[in-house]
């Protein structure tokens, strides 16, 4: 199996490691030249040597090396979402009703295939909580053959099992984010509703550590554990590991405000300046039956990859330039420069019949002008 995967990325191009966080570019006449080499040349035995501690030096790069060739697409970046189950029920999720359907393996190996020729570098696997997948192996294993760099998504409670930490050590991702709910089993317990969630997660968090594996945390704030903000902040500090803060809830995928009342009022933060994204033109979102769309929250109208390939996403861009102007209500809003909402998110808000204010951070009066 490969150590290191030269690659295009979004017009330029990289050397990266499975498994490490970061690579380094190199132009495109050395990474033409590494088409042609037997064995490393010495600009890269030195450069691995410095980034990675690896020792190249007489090696064949026919073993050790992938060289990923260019796509005619210029998609960098993807999410694909296993399924829409998971073994936690946290009422402040955002998928609504879980469920566990999905392609089955043959599909799903093509639908990686076409992931790879759209020219995806990087891919986050998620969820649900991917790693209860039933294929979740599988597709990992494929993902990391193909030469993508995966980022994984999760809530830890299967990192201790040793089906996976083999799987992850021996297929290293190049990062893992993991979801905390508490820092305590009565309040992270009641968040999930599954009682020994909090015991199975610190298992899977010291396990995966002691492993040596690429984590940082991610602290989700709701009414429920906002008392213990502080010991889950101390928590990530004593793995020494990088952790952010989510506390804005969003309605279900299906337009459902269920979710809305688990936000912790006190830790509403307003949203930066929406600028613009990439979304649905250096990447994309991939739901768990091969259907596209510009990512996660904009998931209509999508483009189904099991039927048109990675041809059909030449439309992405199209509709991700319709979805994000402003529409309905905000047209004429005079305010829309410093709006921290994108336009397929508001659109949710408004299915589920939100209050103005929890996605319009404006304050009153808001002027609107005629069109």
Not at 221 to 233: G, K, L, P, S, Y
Not at 296 to 305: E, S
């Amino acid at each position: 199996m490969h150590q290191l995967i030269a690659s295009p990325f979004l017009g330029e191009y990289m050397v990266l490691k499975p498994g490490e966080p970061r690579g380094f570019k190199i132009p495109r006449s050395a990474y033409i030249g590494l088409g042609k080499a037997a064995a490393f040349p010495p600009w890269l035995v030195e450069a691995a040597r410095k980034a990675w501690g690896m020792d190249l030096h007489g090696q064949p790069t026919a073993e050790s090396l992938l060289i990923r060739p260019e796509s005619t697409y210029a998609f960098g970046k993807a999410t694909y979402e296993l399924n829409l189950g998971c073994n936690y029920d946290c009422e402040h999720c955002y998928l609504g009703l879980k469920t566990f359907e999905g392609l089955e393996w043959p599909e799903r190996e093509r639908l990686l295939e076409t992931i790879r020729d759209a020219g995806t570098l990087w891919l986050q696997l998620t969820g649900g909580e991917p790693m209860v997948d039933r294929l979740f192996a599988a597709v990992h294993t494929k993902a990391y053959e193909l030469g993508m760099m995966i980022e994984i998504l999760t809530n830890g409670s299967r990192l201790a099992n040793t089906k996976i930490l083999d799987l992850l050590t021996t297929y290293r991702p190049s990062k893992m984010s993991l979801s905390v709910y508490g820092a305590t089993a009565e309040t992270y317990d009641g968040l999930t509703r599954r009682p020994g969630s909090f015991r199975k997660f610190m298992r899977g968090l010291t396990a995966a550590h002691e492993a040596g594996l690429q984590m940082n945390l991610s602290l989700i704030i709701t009414d429920r554990n906002a008392h213990e903000v502080d010991a889950m902040r101390e928590l990530a500090e004593r793995f020494g590991l990088r952790y952010r803060e989510y506390a804005q809830m969003s309605p279900t995928i299906h337009g459902g405000g269920e979710s809305l009342p688990s936000q912790s009022p006190q830790y509403l933060r307003k949203r930066q300046p929406f600028r613009g994204c990439d979304a649905g033109h250096t990447s994309f979102h991939v739901d768990p039956f091969g259907k596209a769309s510009i990512c996660k929250i904009g998931r209509n109208p999508n483009i189904d990859l099991t039927k048109e390939g990675a041809a059909g996403l030449l439309r992405l861009g199209g509709i991700s330039d319709n979805l994000l102007l402003r529409q309905g209500g905000c047209t004429g809003c005079t305010l829309q420069d410093t709006c921290g909402t994108c336009m397929p998110l508001v659109q949710l808000y408004r299915e589920a019949k939100a209050p103005l204010a929890t996605y319009c951070q404006h304050k009153e009066p808001r002027k609107e002008v005629a069109q």
